[in-house]
């Protein structure tokens, strides 16, 4: 298990993450309420965050470790094609300003925990409150993984091989969210973000004057990408409309999530909610900062196994070894926030969605907070056999793919705010031909995010969610018009 581990950087490590386990297990004390035997309370923190609790958890479960690792990978493996992250998570924020207050509104004054309920209440079907709610768990499995792969990343760039580290890792995580909820996360969020600002500042203050300054960076990226004959610091012509459908999908798709709805209803008001959609955009300037490490990578001349380990030894190369130590924690803790948040935000779905309402209708709310804990702790073990048994490429084909299925919720989350005109079987059948029609183009084009579309002139690819969307959409028009039509043809046969 032990290779070549750095006694420094390990030991710098060891000390933060034992921190952060114990900020964990003490953050059932902390704003203590009366019970944590309460979904309220343990799976949405009271509804009580304020705005800067509010902004380091809802950043803290938005920019996740996987983030950190995958978006610099990505900028290093295609260019400019990588930072499509930042214009999405500049988009989704006026929609976040928007949309969200009136969610969380009609969340605390009819007790809707999850996305579920909310449809649920709009619709009063039962069929459609299950499809969301499922669809909901399934986006959310392969995004846990993703963020242990983030942690493993990390574990491995300390000289820590096996899966042992790991899973221990796991189990901390597991039973600190059991006992403490929501204020878990919530409290590590505090920490967990400070450290990924404190990386990504040196990083680009430092790394620039050991490499020759930005202009030799960018130089080297561009000559790197020119050599390989693809990707590049500039976007080419057929890469803009792929870059903004990626960048508008993934914006429409990211507070659809139940993670980041677990985030909204656990705020305190809409005022809340507002300021932090004015606050949160200076996660995308880190953002920015941090996809720029890619292009770092090239200068620094790294031979990497993985594109995912272009950060991880960045820091290993041009770094002391206890600030090594103090980045690799950075990226194990922010896996750690997401995860838990993720995993509560599915079990509160299942729960409230699938327990209640299939299985045991009379269940109390202390019921209801076990049935969550223990499905928390078995999301998170699902996540983790598929990160020990499956290739991990696998695991980045579903998140693809979850980020499509999560897009088709929104139709139905969304649409019910505004608007009385749509029926609960037209949002279905858009739901289930989107979700079919969407992952059968992705399958068909070997799980990737962007479909070819031949306009005659030429071929113009698109994200496979936009379209998906769109499909989802017009059969929900078509299906509710064809359903209100049909009385009145009905009593035009009667009359005739």
Do not use: C
Not at 232 to 240: E, F, K, M, T, V
Not at 313 to 339: D, R
């Amino acid at each position: 298990m032990l290779t070549n581990v750095d006694s420094a950087a390990f030991a710098v490590f060891l000390v933060l993450f034992i921190l952060v386990t114990g900020m964990g297990f003490v953050a059932s004390r902390w704003r203590k309420p009366e019970t944590l035997a309460h979904l309220d309370e343990w799976g949405l923190g009271g509804r009580k965050f304020g705005t800067w609790i509010t902004w380091f958890l809802v950043g803290g479960d938005f920019y996740t470790a996987y983030t950190v690792i995958a978006v610099p990978a990505l900028v290093y493996a295609v260019g400019a094609y990588g930072f499509f992250a930042l214009p999405y998570t500049i988009i989704v924020y006026p929609f976040v300003f928007a949309v969200m207050p009136v969610l969380w509104k009609v969340a605390k004054e009819r007790g809707y925990v999850t996305a579920g309920d909310v449809v649920r209440g709009a619709y009063g079907s039962r069929g459609l409150e299950l499809a969301v709610a499922a669809t909901g768990v399934l986006a959310t499995m392969p995004y846990i993984a993703l963020q242990l792969i983030g942690m493993e990343v990390a574990i491995k760039a300390l000289g820590l091989n096996g899966e042992v580290p790991l899973v221990l890792a796991f189990l901390v995580l597991a039973l600190y969210t059991y006992s403490s909820g929501l204020r878990a996360p919530a409290l590590i969020a505090f920490v967990k973000d400070i450290m990924i600002y404190i990386v990504v500042i040196a990083a680009i203050a430092i790394v620039p004057t050991k490499l020759g300054g930005y202009g030799a960076i960018f130089t080297a990226a561009d000559t790197a990408f020119a050599a390989k004959g693809s990707g590049g610091i500039l976007l080419s012509p057929a890469q803009i409309v792929p870059y903004a459908s990626l960048a508008l999908g993934s914006a429409l798709a990211a507070f659809m999530y139940p993670h980041t709805l677990t985030g909204i209803f656990a705020s305190s008001g809409g005022n809340t909610i507002r300021k932090n959609a004015m606050l949160l955009p200076a996660y995308t300037l880190l953002l920015g900062l941090l996809a720029l490490l890619g292009y770092m990578g090239h200068a620094a001349g790294l031979k990497l196994a993985s594109n995912n380990d272009v950060v991880p030894e960045l820091f290993k190369t041009l770094f002391p070894s206890w600030f090594a130590g103090f980045a690799f924690a950075a990226i194990a803790i922010g896996a750690l926030v997401p995860a838990a948040v993720m995993s509560i935000g599915a079990a509160n779905l299942f729960t409230r969605n699938f327990w209640k309402v299939w299985v045991d209708p009379k269940v109390t709310p202390a019921g209801e907070a076990k049935v969550a804990k223990i499905t928390s702790m078995l999301v998170k073990v699902g996540a983790l056999l598929a990160i020990l048994l499956m290739p991990t490429q696998f695991a980045l084909d579903l998140q693809l793919l979850g980020g499509l299925w999560i897009l088709q919720t929104l139709p139905a989350l969304v649409f019910g705010l505004y608007l009385n005109w749509f029926s609960s079987p037209a949002l279905l059948a858009g739901w289930a031909v989107g979700l079919a029609g969407g992952s059968w183009l992705a399958w068909s084009d070997g799980l990737k995010p962007l479909h070819g579309i031949d306009f005659g002139a030429g071929t113009v690819a698109v994200y496979t969610g936009v379209l998906a969307l769109a499909l989802n959409i017009v059969v929900a028009v078509v299906v509710n018009l064809v359903l209100k039509g049909l009385p009145q043809a009905r009593l035009s046969r009667e009359a005739a």
